[in-house]
């Protein structure tokens, strides 16, 4: 088996890593002797946040499958509190040996797979695809695969869409759906404030998340680095356009400068309409904002994200991998292939309200999924199928997660004046290049 030099690089470095125990007892294969009817372990590490969703999601798909139910037990174990905390486990068990101890599925954001490809440790199941994949719908697809490798099953697309408050842009005569470009979004946001002057169309602070200025990335086909692992981040046109897409919001007086999201302040300015729509991924629209807004139930609308920057998405996928080391990899398989591309699953796992698309392309044209939706008064589905035939995918490379955190904080460099555009590219590429050299090294 090959280990990748980021690995090799922790081997020299580290002393070996204990714990996890709980994991080990996933690796061990059915023994001579042992019973046909002790159940097979299956251990699912997940991140903090997921857990519970996903013993939900495994106790369902359990009893909509009863030929499982007695033969296969699904742990669900924590591995930290984000993907990132998962990935660095798994390093450091690759890296110290200890590989019996990894769980036999393992769940990552799409942006840490190029890093789980270096490691090698991951069941390239490309057979499921190349028996499946015209049934399932393109977006997906594309994010499963890596290099010429599909590097798993999709837990959760995040598709981004338009949540927005109808009532407001019916009075202030706004048509979301004639917004094609940035001077539209902006030109709707003025229309708005004529109506409601303490009101902003968005909220774009001083520091982005990254997922958001990805989604821009993405949406117009910018690249950090280019194919052969070279840092261009000062001269590619697409980066260069994001940053200016920021910084014409910013100065356009249509979105509030000041409001972060997640805040009770962002919760309060979406409950008084001083925030007047919002784009994030499905699981706002789907049970965020319904919860969170109860009282404003038939007032929210859907629409797509303007078509100039609507080709992106957060970072793409939540994945579900098979450990190829495990001994019930190819198990591992045949439930994720049930989990994700069965019509009974969809219908039973994520036709939801968190807001998870099924995945297969026969559901988008079912009437059982594409219904109206009690608090948007439209049908939700298919404002996220349509969405999902927009959905690219961003190059991120084995070194996405430092190359975000150095590309992000020059952004804030620029907002805030402290730089000018082209100093805060440059210093930015001259930074990738001096902390990691190439991008795919």
């Known amino acids: 088996m090959k280990i990748g030099k980021r690995v090799l690089a922790v081997l020299m470095s580290m002393t070996m890593v204990a714990g996890l125990a709980a994991c080990g007892s996933s690796q061990e294969g059915k023994k001579d002797g042992e019973s046909e009817d002790e159940k097979i372990k299956i251990t699912l590490m997940e991140w903090d946040s997921g857990v519970d969703n996903a013993k939900t999601e495994w106790e369902v798909f359990l009893d909509t499958f009863p030929e499982y139910k007695d033969k296969v037990e699904i742990e669900v174990v924590t591995g930290g509190s984000g993907p990132i905390d998962i990935m660095e486990t798994m390093r450091k068990m690759v890296a110290s040996g200890e590989t019996d101890e990894m769980p036999d599925i393992i769940t990552c954001n799409w942006a840490q797979v190029p890093e789980y490809y270096e490691m090698d440790i991951i069941r390239d199941v490309s057979d499921v695809y190349e028996e499946k994949g015209d049934e399932i719908l393109t977006g997906v697809v594309n994010l499963m695969k890596y290099e010429d490798q599909y590097m798993g099953f999709p837990a959760e697309v995040k598709t981004k869409i338009w949540a927005y408050r109808k009532d407001m842009f019916e009075a202030a005569g706004v048509d979301p759906n004639a917004c094609k470009t940035v001077d539209d979004l902006i030109e709707a946001g003025k229309k708005i404030q004529e109506v409601y002057p303490d009101s902003y169309i968005e909220n774009y602070t001083e520091v982005p998340q990254g997922y958001d200025l990805f989604a821009y990335f993405t949406g117009n086909g910018a690249r950090l680095s280019d194919e052969e692992g070279n840092y261009i981040c000062a001269s590619d046109p697409g980066v260069k356009d994001a940053f200016e897409f920021y910084t014409k919001m910013r100065e356009s007086g249509v979105v509030s400068t000041t409001i972060q999201d997640f805040s009770e302040e962002w919760y309060a300015a979406l409950n008084d309409g001083t925030i007047c ?43 579900m991998m098979v450990n190829d080391l495990s001994p019930n990899a190819d198990f591992c398989v045949e439930l994720l292939t049930k ?28 009437e059982e999924f594409l219904v109206e939706n009690d608090y948007f008064g439209v049908d939700r589905m298919e404002t996220e199928f349509k969405a999902m035939d927009l959905l690219s995918v961003y190059p991120y490379t084995p070194n996405s997660s430092l190359e975000e955190t150095i590309i992000v904080r020059y952004l804030g460099e620029y907002l805030s004046g402290t730089m000018d555009l082209d100093t805060a590219l440059q210093t930015a590429e001259d930074e990738m290049k001096a902390q990691i050299g190439n991008a795919y090294d």
């Open 339 to 366: 989990f994700c591309y069965t019509e009974e699953s969809a219908s039973a796992l994520f036709h939801s309200e968190r807001g998870i698309i099924p995945y297969l392309k026969s559901c988008a044209e079912s």
């Open 277 to 319: 729509s919002q784009v994030l991924a499905g699981w706002f629209t789907s049970n965020h904002l319904p919860n969170q807004c109860a009282d404003l139930a038939g007032k929210w609308g859907l629409a797509l994200w303007p078509e100039e920057i609507a080709g992106g998405s957060e970072s793409g996928a939540k994945l």
